[in-house]
């Protein structure tokens, strides 16, 4: 089921001459999960039921774009239920007849309607229609989204394969399935079992890809005292980077981890604005910062983040949110366009299916190509859209 908010018609005469935003739809819509997965948070994914994902098309004048949100209630607040009624109730109707191309005005009405607390208020949401604009843009001049911005340093980017949940008996199983998949690094999910099984499923890994470029993602899974006990573990084990050890705002934890660990750190959630990353280059308080689109509500503000952090000198990283393939798209856009060389985090196709994509990304093994069609490069089939759509309001009242 879908639902959708449209503009009124315009008196043109009235308006400045371009294409503007008139209608924006949303589709929560179930996908096949192929593997279970999971964060300290608590559960991402289970292989066997359907992962979620909120997909948005958002038209104006027979032009239209997608993009996508991934309700994640273990690693954020947003659910599929609030992603869906924040579009259509809040910022759809704050950004209908803007001009598709004012990318800047669409980020300050959004912050308009969902002002910012401590996260810059419903990032997901914003990600999905602020990613769908863009290819919109890219759809409307014909170019893919990384030409937009005149920006286009790689073609391709090496994903990671995900060990998540897995026993250290289990590990060398799950290595060698990526291998055979053609995945040459590895991300492990640490903050899951406790600090002794965390260090064995990556001593694991690390003797199953003794060459493997691995590091580890903790989800805040920790106190400072127990990250660096661990880091002088970890960096032993060749692990090349601890990420988000500690709760987003321990900014003071965080501080002290970096001056004491052994392993650079790199922070995930704590960079939900720009002006995070700013708060800790003047603190002196990280060593990579790590570039998700959807956390930080988009391509616009995601741009802004990964260019201070080059023009600081803080190593880039990249990583998402077990995106279907819009997200993807989106994210390797972003990547290629800043030349991020280290293999990043997309693990969507690890974990589920986007049976609704008709022409997509291409990987070959661990390697994805940007894409080089129009836009976000991602074809959708809506009729298969509306086909899994559902209505996840009426589904939670029954």
Same mark, same amino acid.
């Given at each position: ?37 999971? &964060?300290? !948070? ?13 997909? %948005? ?5 027979? &032009? ?37 191309? #004012? ?39 014909? &170019? ?11 073609? @391709? ?44 499923? &990556? ?7 003794? @060459? ?36 987003? #705002? ?67 990283? !990249? ?46 093994? !661990? ?16 009729? %298969? ?14």
């Amino acid at each position: 089921m879908s639902s959708e908010v449209t503009q009124p018609a315009a008196d043109m005469t009235t308006l400045p001459s371009g294409l503007r935003i008139d209608r924006i739809e949303t589709f929560a819509v179930e996908l096949p999960t192929l593997r279970s997965f999971g &964060v300290s !948070g608590g559960s991402v994914a289970v292989a066997g039921q359907p992962s979620i994902r909120v997909l %948005v098309k958002v038209s104006g004048e027979g &032009v239209h774009g997608w993009g996508e949100a991934t309700p994640i209630p273990a690693w954020t607040y947003e659910t599929a239920e609030s992603i869906v009624t924040t579009i259509d109730r809040y910022l759809a109707p704050a950004v209908l007849g803007l001009p598709v191309w #004012n990318l800047d005005a669409v980020t300050y009405a959004f912050d308009r309607a969902i002002n910012r607390g401590l996260s810059i208020g419903s990032p997901l949401a914003k990600s999905a229609v602020d990613v769908a604009l863009h290819d919109l843009l890219g759809r409307a001049a014909g &170019v893919p989204v990384g030409h937009l911005w005149g920006q286009r340093r790689l073609e @391709q980017i090496e994903l990671a394969w995900i060990v998540s949940g897995q026993g250290p008996a289990e590990v060398a199983d799950c290595v060698a399935e990526g291998q055979a998949a053609g995945y040459r690094a590895f991300k492990v999910k640490v903050g899951l079992h406790g600090e002794a099984t965390d260090l064995a499923v &990556v001593a694991a890994v690390r003797e199953a890809a003794p @060459q493997a470029p691995l590091w580890v993602d903790a989800n805040q899974g920790f106190n400072c005292a127990e990250a660096i006990r661990l880091a002088e573990r970890l960096k032993a084990l060749g692990v090349t980077a601890f990420e988000q050890p500690l709760p987003a #705002n321990d900014i003071a934890g965080l501080k002290r981890l970096r001056d004491h660990s052994p392993l650079p750190v790199a922070l995930d959630e704590s960079l939900r604005h720009p002006s995070d990353l700013a708060t800790f280059i003047r603190l002196d308080a990280i060593d990579v910062a790590i570039a998700k689109v959807q956390r930080s509500g988009g391509l616009t503000l995601s741009r802004r983040l990964c260019q201070m952090a080059e023009d600081a000198g803080v190593r880039l990283m !990249g990583s998402g949110l077990t995106d279907s393939d819009l997200g993807l798209a989106a994210s390797l856009h972003l990547f290629s366009a800043h030349g991020l060389k280290d293999p990043v985090d997309l693990n969507g196709r690890q974990f589920l299916s986007s049976v609704y994509a008709t022409e997509s990304v291409r990987l070959d093994g !661990g390697t994805a190509h940007v894409p080089t069609s129009p836009g976000l490069g991602v074809e959708v089939d809506e009729s %298969v859209v509306r086909k899994l759509a559902v209505d996840v309001l009426e589904r939670r009242r029954a």
